[in-house]
């Protein structure tokens, strides 16, 4: 990973990306709705959200209004040679669509990257992610099955990575599935 990202945005703790374009059917509010929750079991976590769009204000408001400003960062648009970077800092990529995506191009440059990806289970998420095996698909619109304190996958991520659980085995799936589909 590139520690002068870890340094700029003095990430002490698990991270968590999204990137892509900030609208209403992206899903980041239900990232956001799920912080609460996941700060509980993991203090130190951080969001980073790469991107702009038509949501960004409303999205920007809810973070200030659930007090999450000290665990969510909002990066704004990078050029796409920056992303790798971002990519390899974080532990989890998530991609909460609730439209139906095509291929979810981002989904496999962050699991190429060395990110577990969650996505809802929807269009071609589906066909990058198998639950369990490349990563984990979760309902759309739901903020209860992103930070599910038990079975909800990013908390079974964060303690993976809190057991330094090689992430070898998923890249290899991905590199297959992806390798299958092109």
Avoid: W
Wanted: glycine residues 8%; hydrophobic residues 40%; charged residues 25%.
């Amino acid at each position: 990973y590139d520690k002068k990202i870890i340094e700029k945005y003095n990430l002490t703790g698990p991270v968590l990306l999204f990137v892509g374009r900030l609208a209403e059917q992206k899903g980041v509010q239900y990232i956001l709705k799920a912080m609460p929750e996941i700060i509980k079991k993991f203090q130190k976590v951080t969001l980073l959200v790469i991107g702009t769009g038509t949501a960004e204000e409303e999205l920007k408001q809810i973070t200030k209004d659930m007090d999450l400003t000290k665990n969510v960062i909002f990066v704004g648009a990078l050029p796409n040679t920056e992303l790798p970077k971002y990519y390899a800092a974080a532990d989890i990529f998530i991609a909460p669509s609730t439209d139906p995506e095509g291929l979810g191009l981002t989904l496999v440059e962050a699991a190429l990257s060395g990110c577990i990806p969650v996505g809802t289970d929807i269009g071609g998420i589906s066909d990058i992610i198998k639950d369990k095996k490349t990563g984990f698909l979760i309902k759309e619109r739901s903020a209860h099955r992103v930070r599910n304190h038990k079975a909800g996958p990013l908390f079974l991520v964060l303690r993976l990575k809190q057991l330094k659980s090689p992430q070898k085995p998923f890249n290899a799936t991905i590199q297959s599935t992806f390798n299958h589909l092109t």
